[in-house]
């Protein structure tokens, strides 16, 4: 038996009030992504789990990295063939949470995704080491395969015909940018009284505010 029942650890780290907030959530997300890195020793600060709902109906969640964000938005990069990538093509709307154990910190951010632009995508491409490169031209993501062997003999065929020449973005991988709708920070507090700051973009990025009873 795996009795977790006594696993619990008070939140005392760091409090989350509305008078100590920007107004627009991706200046805290940038305040908190920059302590998460510089205080929490997290090793991946940009891990983030990226929630689809499925062509089957079903919600799915799984990591991918987050590699920029800005006043338009989050991005990560993916085979666009992938589950995760036929699920957005049907249903855009995901779900990008972070858990930053170590500052006692959670963002649940709510969005829209949509494929950034090819130029965009290519320079991101270009700027991986080879063999991340031709990683996403052998593996056709999601895909059901015989073998690891399979995956290793296609990656030597590659790498051969690759040889000095520049390796290009295969049309199926490239970025999705998600805009923002509904961002949450979670701030552990004492007696599971937690901290919790909603913001909801409004018409034309204003953004509304409030506190959620933990
Ligand atoms: C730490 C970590 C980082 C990952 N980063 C990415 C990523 O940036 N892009 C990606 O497509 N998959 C990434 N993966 C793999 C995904 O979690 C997932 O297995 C893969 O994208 C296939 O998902 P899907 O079949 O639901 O589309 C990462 C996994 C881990 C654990």
């Not at 989350?16 to 997300?29: M, R």
């Not at 940038?30 to 929630?51: C, I, K, P, Q, Y």
């Not at 709902?53 to 085979?79: C, Q, S």
């Not at 972070?98 to 700027?127: C, L, N, P």
Request: glycine share 6%; proline share 5%; hydrophobic share 35%.
């Amino acid at each position: 038996m795996n009795d977790l029942s006594n696993y619990r650890k008070s939140y005392e780290k760091s409090e989350l009030l509305e008078s100590n907030i920007p107004e627009d959530p991706i200046n805290l997300f940038d305040r908190w992504f920059h302590e998460a890195e510089e205080f929490g020793g997290d090793s991946e600060v940009n891990a983030v789990t990226l929630t689809t709902i499925g062509l089957d109906g079903f919600p799915k969640a799984r990591v991918v990295l987050l590699k920029k964000f800005t006043e338009e938005g989050f991005i990560f990069y993916t085979n666009y063939n992938s589950e995760k990538g036929k699920a957005i093509a049907e249903n855009p709307h995901v779900c990008l949470s972070f858990f930053w154990h170590t500052m006692e910190r959670q963002v649940i951010i709510k969005g829209i995704a949509k494929k950034i632009d090819g130029v965009s995508s290519d320079i991101y491409f270009e700027s991986r080491p080879d063999g991340s490169k031709l990683g996403a031209i052998v593996s056709d993501q999601s895909e059901v395969i015989s073998s690891r062997a399979f995956l290793e003999e296609k990656l030597q065929a590659l790498e051969n015909s690759f040889e000095g020449t520049v390796i290009p973005r295969p049309d199926h991988w490239g970025g999705f940018i998600v805009t923002p709708l509904e961002v949450e920070f979670w701030q552990g507090r004492p007696n599971r009284l937690h901290d919790r700051i909603r913001y909801q973009n409004k018409v034309d990025f204003t953004w509304e505010i409030d506190r959620l009873s933990p």
